[in-house]
Structures are given as C-alpha cells and as structure tokens.
C-alpha cells in the first residue's frame, strides 16, 4: 500500500497521521477499578531481547501478582513468546491495587527502582492504544478498538497537533527525534475527523520493531 493523505513515512515507518491525531489517550489506573482493562484483553508479544529485564524482576513481581504464582510466565505463540495469563486472560503481571485499580507489577517495580517503566515492559504494552505493524514497511496506527476504553477519546475534526498522551508514547517507543519529525508533519495540517479505512488495517504490534 502507498502513502496517501492519511499517512506519512518517517524514518521507514508509515506513520497514519489521521488515526494518531483522532485519539487522545491518559492512563489512569482508576478508571479500571473493578471493571476490564487493557491488560486482560490482548495478547503480549515478548522479544527475545526484552527477556532479561522481566526476568530479573520475577521474585519481586510474585509478591505483587498472586498470578504469577499460579500461571506460566510465558506461553509459546505461533509467532513467538507471549506473556502468559489466567482463565480469563488477564497477564500475569496485572495486579489490583487495593483500591481495585489494575496495575502492572513490571511498571510498578520499574518506578521503585527509579527505572523507566519502558526500559522493563515489552514494547505491545508501551505502544498500546497504538499499534505497529511487523512489516516491512511497518504501518504505525491506533488499534481497532481504541474508542472502547475509557482512557482513550476521539478529538474533533480541526484539532492540531498529537494529544500529550499520543506524543508521549511515540517519544517513549521511537525516540524524541521521531517524536519531532512527526509533529512537523501534524504542524502542517490539522485533523481531518476522517480516518477511514482506505489504509490497510494494522498487523498485531511488533516488539521487534521499535
Ligand atoms: S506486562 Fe504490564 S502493562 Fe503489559 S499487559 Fe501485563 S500487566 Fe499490562
């Protein structure tokens, strides 16, 4: 597939500049209390280099996650590792705070550590509501479903640039230069409220990738 109005390339990634601009997105663990959450909904991909990072916080994340008691750490995919989970797919590292709010135990050690949460989660979960595509070329999008949690939006059509929380994920997963690039690209234009899918829909996130 081409570039079209949509989309642009950056530094060998086709970037669907519409569907990053449409969405606004803020974590807030809250909003999960006693409810679903995005880490009981999809598969995780694990990389073999991303391995050493959670394995080395292992001990500590069982006192935080009785799943990890209970359950295989990592199942084995067609594709590859993926982390594992429970009967009602929730990852083994998700944990519920005691006021109900799902945490990861992998971001939490990382933050008492003083580490950066990106340096020790796989790169599906850093990327999430966005998604990339294994490629070649890797497609940079939002997932299908994006709109059905509560920590994601749509943004009117005549907004300018990324929401905060977008721009925040690019920067964590493809660097500030990237990060930079893309929002020249958003500073020529402004969102077109039309995403539509005459971009090809996104492949399953890639951790190699990134
Ligand atoms: S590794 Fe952490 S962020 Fe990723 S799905 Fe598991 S609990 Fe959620």
Same mark, same amino acid.
């Given at each position: 597939m081409?570039?079209d109005?949509?989309t642009a390339e ?23 209390a ?7 909904a999809y598969?995780?991909?694990v990389? @073999? #280099?991303? $391995?050493?990072? !959670? ?9 935080l996650? =009785?799943?990890?008691?209970d359950?295989?750490?990592?199942e084995e995919?067609e594709?590859?590792l ?10 083994v ?5 005691r006021?109900?709010?799902?945490l990861?135990a992998l971001?939490?050690?990382?933050l008492k550590?003083g580490?950066?949460p ?9 990327l999430?509501?966005?998604?990339l595509?294994q490629?070649? @070329? #890797?497609? $940079?999008?939002? !997932? ?10 749509? =943004?009117p ?6 929401d905060?929380?977008?721009a ?10 990237f990060?930079r690039d893309?929002q020249?690209i958003c ?5 077109t ?16 990738g990134a």
């Amino acid at each position: 597939m081409g570039l079209d109005i949509h989309t642009a390339e950056i530094r060998g990634v086709i970037v669907h500049v519409d569907a990053l601009m449409g969405l606004s997105h803020c974590c807030q663990p809250a909003q999960c209390a006693g409810k679903g959450s995005c880490c009981g909904a999809y598969e995780v991909h694990v990389a @073999p #280099r991303e $391995l050493t990072s !959670i394995i080395g916080l292992m001990k500590e994340a069982r006192t935080l996650s =009785r799943r990890l008691q209970d359950e295989e750490v990592f199942e084995e995919a067609e594709d590859g590792l993926v982390l594992g989970s429970d009967d009602d797919g929730v990852c083994v590292f998700a944990y519920r705070s005691r006021n109900g709010q799902m945490l990861c135990a992998l971001h939490s050690l990382a933050l008492k550590h003083g580490i950066e949460p990106g340096a020790v989660k796989p790169k599906s979960c850093l990327l999430w509501p966005l998604t990339l595509s294994q490629g070649p @070329p #890797r497609h $940079l999008s939002t !997932i299908d479903d994006a709109f059905d949690w509560p920590c994601n939006g749509p =943004r009117p059509a005549g907004a300018t640039g990324l929401d905060d929380g977008v721009a925040a994920i690019v920067a964590a997963v493809f660097g500030k230069p990237f990060l930079r690039d893309l929002q020249d690209i958003c500073s020529q234009r402004s969102y077109t409220g039309q995403y539509e899918s005459d971009v090809a829909a996104p492949q399953p996130a890639d951790p190699d990738g990134a």
